[in-house]
């Protein structure tokens, strides 16, 4: 299925303005999936969870590895009867389930304790087709001043960039901040999102777009913390929607960038342990620097669609699908379920809108948000460079590859199968601006 979603970074001019990206349109689970704690959520993590999805926090957690949980032991059966297992999902009341076309099979899936469910060899007819949104401007972004004892800059925030030097550039963009990593030398990294950086044919050279931590009050003055080392988007990005931003020298010392952790709107963080697979009916919850913390489930596993900006451009980009309401500025954010690293924000059908609880209160059919999976960004990244880039972790702080040729780090994309879940689907969605 395709349907149309509009980006969610921010453009700046003389006054600051919010630019989203549209959208049209069972992997080997982390060997860390177990590792969560309900206590080590955020409070204002537990605030989303509780109005978005009205889960305790435990349910939360529980739900997120039984995701991966199913996730592994599809991919792992289907290895030895690949005709037999299809995909895995969690059904509404949250109980693991396998597609399965052979008794034999779902009598495997059922002495392993989960649920199985035949289904035919077709997927025709299991699509849904999203409503188009419309149009609109988008509203100017209010950056998110850190409160508390948390550093001044860390996943989830706020950062601006421009094709020129910000202090004498006409217009900006207003993106976030996604997960930490480092390269094989060890040098810190930040993933975001391709859209946000505005000069993408520099990006990796002297000329790349520069990042910027916001100076509030005083934009032009805002501090360089570093430069896009690598982006990509649709054909030129392997159909994704992804950015590689090289930190300077002395970032990580005076900021929070290069910590394995992600903010949401009250300043509590959230510390990341380990890397997820997209599993339909899991949950999901984005961190932005517009709408901080915001909670949904997984409709579609494998989503394809098509991001449109305001020039007129257009790009086919595949991730997944959430119903986690995502606004103009928290483009290239963390998405995690659980405690692990899911996906990077890239599009939304309500980027336009001022604040989540209007864009749901005019779209009672519900909204829907593109992420990258962050295993296919990590894949992508290794496959187009020198070494390994490795997400940060609490298990691996400082990023360090566990093999030379990246093998651990990228967990490869889920072979293609039937299943009556909405896990595949496609669309199209248009940028806001």
């Avoid at 396998?98 to 899936?109: E, F, K, L, S, Y």
């Avoid at 394995?260 to 009916?281: C, D, E, F, N």
């Avoid at 209007?358 to 992508?380: D, Q, Y």
Wanted: with cysteine; glycine share 12%; proline share 7%.
């Amino acid at each position: 299925m395709r349907s149309r979603l509009a980006s969610c970074a921010a453009v700046v001019g003389a006054t600051v303005m919010a630019v989203a990206l549209s959208a049209m349109g069972g992997a080997q689970a982390a060997p860390d999936s177990a590792r969560q704690s309900a206590a080590a959520l955020p409070a204002d993590l537990v605030v989303a969870l509780q109005r978005d999805l009205h889960m305790t926090p435990q349910e939360y957690v529980d739900r997120a590895v039984a995701a991966q949980r199913v996730a592994d032991y599809a991919s792992e059966l289907r290895r030895s009867d690949s005709a037999g297992v299809g995909g895995a999902w969690l059904a509404p009341d949250g109980t693991p389930t396998v597609a399965v076309t052979t008794q034999a099979a779902a009598n495997r899936v059922t002495a392993a304790g989960y649920r199985a469910q035949m289904v035919p060899l077709s997927t025709s007819g299991l699509e849904m087709r999203p409503t188009v949104p419309n149009r609109r401007s988008t509203p100017p972004p209010s950056f998110r001043v850190a409160t508390g004892t948390t550093p001044s800059t860390i996943g989830g925030d706020a950062y601006l960039t421009s094709a020129q030097p910000i202090v004498s550039a006409s217009s900006y963009l207003v993106c976030s901040f996604g997960f930490a990593a480092a390269d094989t030398a060890g040098n810190p990294l930040a993933l975001s999102a391709g859209h946000c950086d505005p000069n993408r044919p520099a990006a990796g050279t002297a000329n790349a777009a520069g990042v910027y931590e916001p100076k509030i009050g005083d934009l032009r003055n805002s501090r360089l913390v570093g430069g896009f080392a690598q982006s990509g988007i649709g054909d030129e990005g392997g159909n994704l929607d992804y950015s590689v931003i090289g930190l300077a020298p002395g970032v990580v010392s005076t900021t929070g960038l290069g910590q394995p952790t992600v903010r949401g709107g009250s300043g509590s963080a959230l510390t990341i342990t380990g890397i997820a697979v997209p599993v339909a009916g899991a949950p999901a919850c984005k961190s932005g620097q517009t709408s901080g913390y915001t909670c949904g489930t997984i409709d579609f596993a494998d989503y394809d669609t098509v991001l449109g900006g305001d020039g007129g451009e257009s790009w086919n980009v595949r991730g997944f699908s959430t119903t986690a309401c995502t606004l103009g500025g928290d483009s290239g954010g963390a998405i995690i379920t659980g405690t692990l690293a899911l996906g990077i924000t890239s599009g939304s059908s309500v980027s336009h809108y001022r604040d989540c609880a209007t864009a749901e209160a005019e779209n009672p059919e519900g909204v829907m948000s593109l992420g990258i999976p962050i295993h296919a960004v990590l894949a992508r990244v290794n496959q187009s460079s020198d070494g390994c880039v490795t997400l940060r972790t609490a298990q691996n702080p400082a990023g360090v590859p566990s093999s030379p040729n990246c093998e651990i780090e990228t967990i490869p994309a889920p072979t293609p199968t039937p299943t009556p879940a909405p896990s595949s689907g496609s669309g199209s969605l248009s940028f806001g601006s």
